[in-house]
């Protein structure tokens, strides 16, 4: 029964690993010289899904710059897309990546074999702590909706003050 | 039951630090923005350091300033090394940078964010300690931590707490071969075909030169049971314990059934050799021509201790000495039987309350940390008309309890023994193997790692029956690259022919040993309560 459970929480632990942060991101000590928008992802009512550069959060609609080839079936007329508010169901801010743990993994296992009997003990215990700090880790500089309020999701936007007025949506890329 | 407490918290401890330390910081102050040149300049006022500063352009522009920027609000400007960059983030000059207050829509100030890392890769040192020090010890004290002998296991129970028995534990040495037997302790059995698996755990070569089992017919509400000297005896009827004390506590609750709530005390930290009492009581049980006691009993690690203490000893003559051990022609005591004249096994006392004394019954005896004996003695106590008072002597910290019970006997019996029909390595039918242990002068070799099924056939004449395992064989010890270094002769003479002397001497590394061992070992599955006159 326990086996279970620890297999259990094995397997979630695996599956929220594999719910990796995007690429690219800038390291936490290069935020005060990024100039772009922070990567966001928002999910809609209607179940479909946007990730890119956060452009603007303004108080009637959002609007992301969606990462290329991400998403081939979206109809854009522009660069940008115009998210109304009542249509986003959930939403993610990714300012920055975490650095890797991973390798704790695969080291604290192996060293468990050095345990004999114990293993059975120590090798879950290591592999739920190592993968739940690496995850913590990698998600660490990452924000949801109940961390940052729709108002405040200016602070992570390339045009924090909503979109210039002389700017036009399709100018932007 | 304190150092149970304790080690508990400790790992409690351990877990909620890194789950703590793993959280991640969800704080978005390290970014602020300000509408105002004003505000800007009050809360940099507040930073001993100037924080890092953007101006967002109302056209869409951005100016990076560097480390040094100024805010002249007399001319209304932002002064300082930057980089201008348009709405596409298009770099468009650096240098000296004059930007108009007017012209900024928002001004953001960033410090570096705060993140857990730190604690995360604290936590994990920590972690990494834990296991290196473990590591370590299990290398030191491989024993301890890989196995010995071979275990066996029914269908499901693949743990090696549930092993159900462990075969010729004494037999280090080609020479020290024996058969042991072990009650298997299976309620019912629904005949048919009976499998068994045995798995080598330990860096150990084992030589297996006979596997049987041995059954014994049975009705309902009947069981076997074998003594100390494998004879076996039909019984029916169990009279359940009433009472147990060890010192001052009550341990009845741990003693009055099979369920692996054992009683165990901790070791004398001044002589490992020092004895203790229980003392059980049993309802009068009324009419019975033939009494006896049944235990579930195993030893605790400090045999297992001991003997590769005396591997440490011998260093590089290990190999020499066990060889040694196999040819000698005389009855020489090896160092397993000085340890059981010293330490000894789970003597039993029946109450005579006519003579007001203790008259002595038999002892119990079975090396193995593993798996559970189950084994009857004889009382001599025909037609009781009282309650049943019995005392336990054993060695302190020596041995673990699960139960114990009273039953009537019915007759001596003699099991069938039954061959393997089938043998499986690693899951693969080998014709071979069957044979050699059919052979009977032939040895099945097994390696660490290696698992092996065996399936017998019971007799399908009757419906149930009580087993047994018959192994014989012996298995050696892999020596180690310390055990070059550690040569200590004298200690291994002192063990042999000064044993008192030698448990005195070692009782305070013992018990930082059993500190450890003990306590993780069978804390990590197996519930049990340790009762120790130091502890309290």
């Known amino acids: 029964m326990i086996n279970k459970q620890v297999l259990l929480v094995l397997l979630m632990l695996l599956l929220a690993v594999s719910c990796s942060v995007p690429r690219g991101l800038p390291a936490p000590e290069e935020l005060p010289y990024e100039t772009k928008g922070t990567a966001f992802y928002v999910k809609l009512h209607d179940g479909s899904v946007y990730r890119g550069e956060l452009i603007a959060a303004e108080n009637d609609a959002l609007y992301v710059l969606p990462a290329e080839n991400q998403h081939p079936n979206m109809k854009r007329q522009s660069g940008v897309v115009q998210i109304p508010w009542d249509a986003v169901d959930n939403y993610r801010v990714y300012y920055a990546h975490g650095k890797s743990l991973v390798w704790f993994v695969p080291v604290y296992t192996i060293v468990t074999f050095s345990h004999g009997w114990f293993a059975f003990l120590t090798m879950p215990f290591n592999l739920i702590a190592t993968l739940t700090a690496h995850f913590t880790s990698q998600h660490e500089h990452v924000l949801r909706k109940k961390d940052i309020a729709p108002e405040e999701l200016g602070l992570f936007a390339r045009f924090p003050q909503g979109i210039p007025t002389d700017v036009a949506l399709q100018d932007i890329i | ?536």
Not at chain 2, 448 to 464: K, Q, V
């Open chain 2, 1 to 536: 039951m304190r150092q149970n407490i304790i080690t508990r918290f400790v790992l409690i401890s351990l877990a909620a630090g890194l789950l703590s330390a793993c959280s991640p910081v969800r704080d978005i102050r390290f970014r602020a923005h300000y509408h105002d040149a004003n505000d800007l300049l009050y809360a940099a006022a507040q930073e001993s350091d100037l924080p890092y500063l953007k101006a967002h352009l109302k056209d869409g522009g951005i100016v990076l300033f560097s480390e040094s920027w100024d805010v002249d609000m007399q001319k209304e400007i932002v002064t300082g090394d930057g980089q201008h960059f348009d709405f596409n983030r298009r770099f468009v000059r650096d240098g000296e940078m004059v930007v108009s207050v007017d012209s900024v829509v928002i001004f953001e100030t960033n410090k570096m964010p705060k993140n857990n890392d730190q604690s995360r890769i604290s936590s994990l040192s920590v972690l990494g300690g834990l296991n290196t020090a473990l590591g370590i010890y299990c290398l030191a004290v491989p024993k301890a931590c890989f196995g010995s002998c071979p275990t066996f296991y029914l269908d499901g129970d693949q743990e090696f707490h549930y092993a159900r028995a462990e075969g010729f534990s004494n037999a280090i040495a080609p020479g020290l071969e024996y058969t042991d037997i072990d009650a298997l302790n299976i309620y019912t059995t629904t005949g048919g075909t009976f499998p068994l698996t045995m798995k080598n755990e330990a860096y150990e070569t084992h030589n297996v030169r006979s596997l049987k089992l041995l059954a014994v017919p049975r009705e309902e509400d009947q069981r076997v049971y074998h003594t100390q000297d494998d004879k076996f005896y039909l019984a029916r009827q169990r009279v359940e314990l009433t009472s147990a004390r060890s010192g001052n506590d009550d341990v009845t609750y741990l003693l009055n059934k099979d369920d692996q709530t054992e009683y165990f005390s901790l070791a004398d930290p001044d002589n490992l050799r020092s004895t203790e009492e229980v003392f059980l009581q049993f309802d009068n049980p009324g009419n019975i021509q033939q009494l006896g006691l049944v235990a579930g009993f195993r030893q605790s690690l400090m045999t297992t201790y001991l003997l590769y203490n005396a591997f440490d000893h011998m260093g590089n003559l290990y190999g020499d000495l066990l060889a040694t051990v196999s040819i000698a022609e005389d009855d020489a005591p090896t160092i397993a039987d000085v340890l059981y004249e010293q330490l000894g096994g789970i003597s039993a006392y029946l109450r005579n309350s006519h003579k007001n004394e203790w008259v002595y019954q038999g002892t119990w005896y079975e090396t193995g940390p593993i798996a559970i004996n189950h084994q009857l003695m004889l009382l001599d106590a025909a037609h009781p008309e009282e309650e049943i008072h019995i005392k336990l002597e054993m060695n302190r910290g020596m041995w673990r309890l699960d139960y114990l019970h009273l039953t009537e006997i019915i007759e001596k019996v003699v099991p069938l023994e039954i061959q393997a029909e089938r043998v499986y390595a690693n899951k693969k039918h080998d014709e071979d193997l069957l044979q050699i242990m059919l052979d009977g002068d032939a040895y099945l070799v097994s390696q660490p790692g290696d698992t092996y099924r065996f399936e017998f056939e019971l007799p399908a004449i009757h419906d149930d029956y009580e087993l047994f395992l018959s192994a014989t064989g012996f298995y050696m010890v892999w020596g180690r690259e310390e055990w070059q270094k550690e040569k200590d002769l004298y200690s291994l003479y002192m063990m042999r022919h000064h044993p008192g002397r030698y448990l005195k001497k070692h009782a305070q590394a013992y018990k930082e040993y059993e500190k450890v061992m003990e306590e993780a070992f069978w804390g990590s599955r197996v519930k049990h309560q340790i009762i120790s006159g130091h502890d309290k």
